[in-house]
């Protein structure tokens, strides 16, 4: 969903459940909304949100995740890889506004922005490793720039749940801030950076998205061989279930 504030614009993810699952369609929506905003040449600044209070978002649909095979898990990583490439090349600044959950590929839409803010009640997490996976919509190749590699294994081999001072601590957020200011603070941002020579924002985030030696067609490979492994399918199945059974936040 896109809503817009004179020059910012809103996008905000309404997934399936209120834990704004990323399906392959909700993907594809987000994808032809992003590139329709990205032409707009009078937008200053763009922020991103989950629908409802619960989560930014929750990452993948598992159900949908069990149905595929290599080259369907390929394709879906690719068309992930496309959003969030989107949101890492964006023409103005994008602020991720994160309340509730953000795991999985929500943390790889998250990472893609160029500013974090969190509420005090925000988690994180890369579940993948449990799953028998791995992120595959660039995490793996943006998050080591962000966190330094030590700090990117922790995270994605153990799949912890970080809180939001963690997470400040960490440097994955910007800022924490508590959940009634979570909102005004993205616009206050979003709005000094409408103050800000748009040009000239566009060539330091160019330049500064360069440093960077990313591989992403790697990690694309490396998603679908997952998807090589027997009992994948049961694996992501059983924690669905499990999932579904837990009482939501």
Not at 142 to 152: E, I, K, S
Request: aromatic share 6%.
């Amino acid at each position: 969903m896109v809503r817009r504030d004179g020059t910012i614009a809103h996008v905000v993810l309404v997934g399936e459940s209120p834990l704004n699952i990323l399906d392959r369609d909700t993907l594809i929506n987000l994808f032809r909304a992003l590139t329709d905003l990205s032409l707009d040449p009078k937008l200053t600044a763009l922020i991103m949100t989950g629908a409802g209070k619960k989560a930014f978002s929750a990452g993948a649909n598992l159900n949908e995740l069990a149905l595929l095979n290599a080259d369907t898990a390929q394709q879906l990583a690719q068309l992930g890889q496309n959003v969030t490439s989107l949101i890492f090349n964006f023409p103005c600044p994008v602020i991720a506004a994160i309340q509730g959950i953000c795991f999985g590929g929500g943390l790889e839409l998250a990472i893609a922005a160029d500013f974090r803010i969190a509420s005090e009640d925000a988690s994180f997490s890369y579940p993948a490793a449990r799953l028998g996976i791995l992120p595959g919509f660039g995490g793996t190749q943006r998050c080591p720039g962000l966190l330094g590699p030590a700090r990117t294994k922790e995270l994605m081999f153990l799949g912890r749940i970080l809180d939001a001072r963690t997470a400040l601590d960490w440097g994955l957020v910007n800022l924490s801030v508590p959940v009634t200011e979570l909102q005004p603070t993205a616009l206050h941002w979003a709005r000094e950076l409408g103050g800000r020579d748009r040009h000239a924002l566009q060539q330091m985030k160019a330049c500064i998205n360069r440093t960077g030696k990313e591989d992403f067609l790697y990690e694309q490979k490396a998603f679908a061989a997952c998807f090589r492994q027997p009992g994948l399918k049961q694996k992501l199945l059983k924690w669905q279930q499990a999932a579904s059974l837990t009482p939501n936040p």
